[in-house]
């Protein structure tokens, strides 16, 4: 790693170690309605990857690990990494307290153990990974590497269309197309909690789909499904309303622009 990713990677796990703790206490995850039993994944996702009892899945990016948990209680054999120690440390702490089995380990998606090969039927990352991802072709092969023969690989994002509208929802202001280089910007507070007396700088990177289905298949994934939605299932951007109850969309532009994608890749 140079000393230049090195920065990058540091100022960015710093931010979630910082958001981890203020996010545990938050409106947005309500980790009291969890602990009582209600499942944080989303109706695109259950839907898509459907019946996941008994299957080994591998959690990339899992902040800390209500989505893991979820699928554990699904009956899925989990495993949940993420860079930031203070998220595992609190995942760990919550599938104690509630009982659930799952392994959470520290790791970098972009540098997964090699301890992950070959053991898992799904590998799994949804809703705001990819910007943190600054090389997609060695996320891309670690993904192929941790999967077995015969898993899969599915994800579901916001769509890069966003990236590309001023801080209103209005009017473009930005490329759809990635520069190479990231965005630097400094956050006040978070997506979950934006009053947070919190601040620190960050990095991050915009992937047209192009980019994310070629990374998959350079890596020699085959690709099963690739899907647009018309809407949010989360109310994370000021520019959003709720069209039906859980579906969010523009207020300046209710229809006809994609907000997420899903995509399924098999293993042969």
Request: charge should be negative; include cysteine; proline fraction near 5%.
């Amino acid at each position: 790693m140079s000393d230049t990713q090195r920065k990058y990677t540091e100022a960015n796990r710093g931010l979630w170690n910082g958001w981890a703790k203020l996010h545990k206490d938050s409106a947005f995850y309500d980790v009291p309605a969890f602990k009582a039993g209600q499942s944080t994944l989303k109706h695109v996702e259950l839907k898509e990857l459907g019946d996941v009892a008994g299957k080994r899945l591998l959690h990339l990016q899992c902040h800390f690990g209500l989505d893991t948990l979820s699928w554990a209680r699904r009956g899925a054999i989990v495993t949940g990494v993420d860079f930031a120690p203070d998220s595992i440390a609190q995942a760990k702490a919550l599938g104690e307290e509630i009982g659930v089995a799952a392994e959470f380990l520290v790791s970098d998606a972009l540098d997964l153990p090699a301890e992950l090969d070959n053991r898992f039927d799904i590998v799994f990352t949804s809703y705001g990974a990819l910007p943190w991802l600054g090389d997609l072709n060695r996320w891309a092969n670690g993904i192929a590497r941790c999967l077995a023969p015969g898993g899969v690989f599915y994800m579901v994002e916001f769509h890069p269309f966003l990236d590309m509208l001023d801080a209103n929802g209005e009017q473009i202001a930005g490329s759809y197309f990635g520069e190479g280089e990231p965005e630097h910007t400094v956050s006040v507070g978070s997506y979950a909690a934006p009053d947070f007396p919190f601040t620190h700088e960050n990095y991050q990177w915009f992937h047209p789909l192009g980019e994310v289905v070629s990374a998959l298949a350079g890596a020699g994934l085959r690709l099963e499904f690739l899907h647009e939605f018309d809407h949010s299932v989360y109310n994370c951007y000021p520019f959003l309303v709720e069209r039906e109850p859980g579906k969010f969309v523009l207020k300046a532009h209710p229809a006809g622009f994609p907000l997420m994608y899903s995509l399924k890749a098999g293993k042969g």
